[in-house]
């Protein structure tokens, strides 16, 4: 699923503001950089990286500073919520289950779903939906899109199975160098085990939904429904509406190419580019 992406945008920079955050903190109780190290059982190195902005906090940082300043929670929580940096309120929903599901399995009609994006491919469907924003502003976003990659690095990540429309490898997002660097990303991730990709071909004929969706089963096995209007995200777990949308889905999956042949035609499309 790809969220549009509106005004409700906070610092522009998460990184550099819990940096400051945290340089401030380290200025009130007068303590140098390494002797804030010392306290928070961090390394100076990765003091100076946080303060500079280098990178964004971890949660345990984050934790450690709370301990430090004795403050309950404060500090995680700030990074928690700049570590959503560039998502809408309302796309918070639909992340927060991604985060503990079992089961992703997500339609994309128009544009490749942006866990499975490349830097450069994300880059390029902000610039077209944002065309007046700063570098530092379409930066920001594409570092929001690209963090929600770290599902799939949980102990147990969840099953992700993509259905692709042919549209979605055809549409140029960018130019062709980076249409054929997301192609060839698509057939190198799919070597994951917990990874499946599907093409639905031209034709297939008309497909069986016109709009994206995904379903999402959490631990306790209820799955939910997202789908998106143009400025928001809807989530249900009417017991209809996944239904519905879970017929649709195995149709979509019946009507589309089986996993193998879609890694061969993403190379083969990918190839098509470089020419």
Same mark, same amino acid.
């Given at each position: 699923?790809?969220?549009?992406?509106?005004?409700?945008? =906070?610092?522009?920079?998460?990184?550099?503001?819990?940096?400051m955050e945290a340089k401030a903190l380290r200025d009130a109780l007068g303590l140098s950089q390494e002797a804030f190290a010392d306290v928070l059982h961090y390394k100076q190195a990765q003091i100076s990286k946080v303060e500079s902005g280098a990178v964004l906090a971890s949660d345990a940082f984050a934790k450690a500073m709370d301990r430090v300043a004795k403050t309950p929670g404060v500090y995680a929580r700030l990074r928690e919520r700049l570590s959503r940096g560039g998502h809408p309120s309302w796309f918070i929903p639909y992340l927060n289950l991604e985060k503990i599901a079992t089961a992703i399995e997500d339609y994309?009609?128009?544009?490749?779903m942006g866990m499975l994006q490349t830097p450069e491919y994300a880059e390029g469907t902000f610039r077209a939906v944002h065309p007046r924003e700063s570098d530092d502003q379409i930066k920001r976003r594409v570092e929001a899109r690209l963090r929600r990659r770290d599902v799939m690095d949980r102990e147990t990540p969840p099953l992700l199975w993509?259905?692709?429309?042919?549209?979605?490898?055809?549409?140029? @997002? =960018?130019?062709r160098t980076i249409m054929a660097d997301q192609l060839n990303h698509l057939a190198a991730v799919t070597a994951c085990p917990h990874i499946t990709l599907q093409v639905l071909r031209f034709t297939a004929?008309?497909?069986?939904s016109s709009l994206p969706f995904t379903l999402l089963t959490p631990d306790d =096995?209820?799955?939910?429904?997202?789908?998106?209007?143009?400025?928001?995200?809807? @989530?249900?777990?009417?017991?209809?509406? @996944?239904?519905?949308?879970?017929?649709?889905?195995e149709r979509l999956r019946a009507a589309a190419m089986s996993p193998d042949e879609s890694v061969n035609l993403f190379r083969e499309i990918a190839e098509e580019y470089t020419r």
């Open positions: 699923m790809n969220e549009p992406i509106g005004q409700d945008v =906070g610092p522009t920079n998460s990184a550099e503001y819990f940096g994309s009609n128009a544009l490749i993509v259905i692709l429309h042919e549209s979605a490898l055809r549409t140029v @997002v =960018g130019n004929g008309a497909p069986a =096995g209820a799955t939910v429904l997202y789908s998106e209007t143009r400025e928001q995200g809807h @989530v249900t777990d009417s017991t209809a509406a @996944v239904s519905t949308a879970r017929a649709t889905y």
